[in-house]
């Protein structure tokens, strides 16, 4: 009876979570219209759903929960990374994670969207507390995006290549690879940096054009194959290589999430109506998101299935050498990031001093 007491009780304090929750969010400050929010935060063509800023932490973390412009970037990204964090763990009831070094690149891409995601999920979620925090975090974002771009280039080199492309490129392609993620981390930081003195363009471009070389190369054996393959994917006869298909799809949202990254559309046809739904970066969301699930599985359908193709194409110690790769490539991406942050810190503080005076 103790124990069915001690259940009862604990059972009521959890129904009684939700009431709190609701009685803590209609107690947080109202979110902030355009003319209200700090000229810093304020974004093209939205006019309304600000968080204010200069709060406690607890307020933006509760935030999640509270209907403002970021909501839907927070979400999509959250759940993204769960439903990747949930395939992990079904693949890992088939794939032997640990034993086989073959599998590791596979492993290193699941590990970096869950990466990437989570830590746009943070950025959307926190970075409205300070100028400071908007940098901080969003450079988070870039480390994760530098990662995915290395997981993306390891899986196609290691099971998408064919083997002509594999000669071509053997000994330079996960080398060059990594270089250019840690290009794109520092073009997207100090591009970002950049922002806070010069013109918004500084900013896209130092975020497109090294991201964009980084796609290419990263995805050069997957546009290789497509080509040599393509009397197959036209008739729509898969049954030779089913992950053909997913490797299209990938391709497909990708282009398509650029586009939405780099056009405010549609906000900037209905300025002030896409304020809480409907922007174009949310639809970048959705898209990326859509393309690291039709890349998980094409890696996990070649890692299946063209298992005589990769063996003999990559040496014994390879795949442990992609993945100290991967290791100096997160060290890398992140002391580019803590660089171009102490240069921001420098110039908020500037900044600061000079309004005072």
């Known amino acids: 009876m103790k124990k069915i007491g001690r259940l009862f009780f604990n ?6 979570i939700p009431q709190m929750l609701s009685e803590t969010i209609s107690s947080m400050p109202k979110t902030l219209s355009d003319k209200e929010a700090p000229c810093f935060f304020r974004k093209h063509y939205i006019h309304s759903g600000y968080r204010a800023v200069h709060q406690k932490w607890r307020y933006y973390f509760l935030s999640l929960f509270q209907w403002h412009n970021e909501s839907i970037n927070v979400w999509t990204h959250l759940l993204g990374a769960l439903v990747v964090l949930l395939r992990a763990v079904q693949l890992a009831e088939t794939v032997d994670f640990i034993n086989d070094a073959h599998s590791w690149p596979l492993l290193i891409l699941l590990l970096t969207s869950m ?7 943070v ?3 926190l970075a409205a507390k300070s100028v400071f925090h908007h940098y901080a975090f969003f450079f988070l974002d870039y480390v994760g995006v530098a990662l995915y771009q290395y997981g993306s280039a390891v899986v196609h080199y290691y099971y998408a290549i064919e083997e002509s492309w594999h000669e071509s490129v053997r000994g330079c392609f996960m080398p060059i690879a990594s270089f250019l993620c840690c290009l794109s981390c520092f073009g997207c930081c100090y591009g970002t940096y950049c922002n806070y003195t010069h013109h918004p363009w500084v900013r896209k471009v130092g975020q497109i054009v090294p991201s964009a070389l980084a796609y290419e190369w990263d995805t050069s054996p997957v546009f290789h194959r497509l080509v040599i393959w393509y009397p197959f994917w036209v008739t729509g006869d898969f049954r030779s290589s089913p992950a053909l298909l997913f490797h299209f799809g990938q391709v497909a949202f990708f282009l398509s999430s650029a586009f939405f990254f780099t056009h405010p559309i549609p906000q900037s046809w209905f300025p002030g109506h896409c304020d809480f739904l409907g922007q174009g970066h949310q639809v970048f969301h ?4 859509l393309c690291t699930v039709c890349q998980i599985q094409a890696s996990y359908l070649d890692y299946l299935n063209r298992r005589d193709v990769y063996v003999t194409l990559h040496t ?5 050498f992609f993945v100290l790769l991967f290791i100096l490539t997160l060290v890398m991406s992140t002391l580019i990031a803590f660089y171009i942050l102490a240069k921001v810190k420098r110039a908020v503080s500037n900044t600061e001093k000079q309004r005072k005076e």
Request: hydrophobic share 50%.
């Open 115 to 121: 990466a990437y995601m989570g830590f746009s999920t």
């Open 11 to 16: 059972l009521q304090k959890m129904m009684q």
């Open 286 to 289: 959705v898209l990326i998101f």
């Open 123 to 125: 950025a959307h979620l």
């Open 316 to 320: 014994n110690g390879e795949a442990s």
